[in-house]
């Protein structure tokens, strides 16, 4: 697996020397280096990427997860927050993924995982309230009505209801998941 993320790597750093002037190349140069567990060096490419695209939802979102990562939780949020408000009056679109799942198929799109990740990362800033709006927005986008989005979304749900004390709503929550789940990736 080691060798073909490497190799894949080698192919972003090639993609990156014919094409710096593409959102994507610092998308998916940054996403290898990720992939590599190289999160700084991921975290100075969206960087770079921002400097030539700072309106970027796309790079926002991937630096804020690297961020997390790298234990740097408010520029996280901040990246994310920032993410949320650029994406909002776009279109959503299915978030391409690096590492395929069993299926072949995208399962987040940018909108939902925007959300998902912030709320997410509040979770480790102990911010449970963000934490239950970010999941609550990442479930409601249209392109994400599955069951893999259900059971990720509840689980921070259910973590952020226990840490608020709100026990009888977490119980609740969790009786409504139902049995018999088809999952690809949760």
Sequence with gaps: VKARLEKDLSIAQAVMEV??????SYIWLGRRYGYLARWSEAIDVF???????PDSYKLLRYRGRHLARYREIDRAIADYKRAAELVADKQDSYEPDGILNARHEYLGSY?????????????????????LRGMERASAEPLVQHDDRLVATSYWRYLALRK????????????????????VEN
């Design 164 to 183: 608020l004390g709100r026990h009888d709503e977490a119980r609740t929550l969790i009786r409504k998941v139902p049995q018999g789940l088809e999952l």
């Design 19 to 24: 094409a710096p002037e593409r959102e994507d």
């Design 47 to 53: 960087t770079r990427g921002l400097e030539k695209f």
């Design 111 to 131: 909108r939902s995982n925007i959300h998902y990740y912030l709320g997410q990362t509040s979770f480790s800033a102990g911010d449970y309230e963000a934490t």
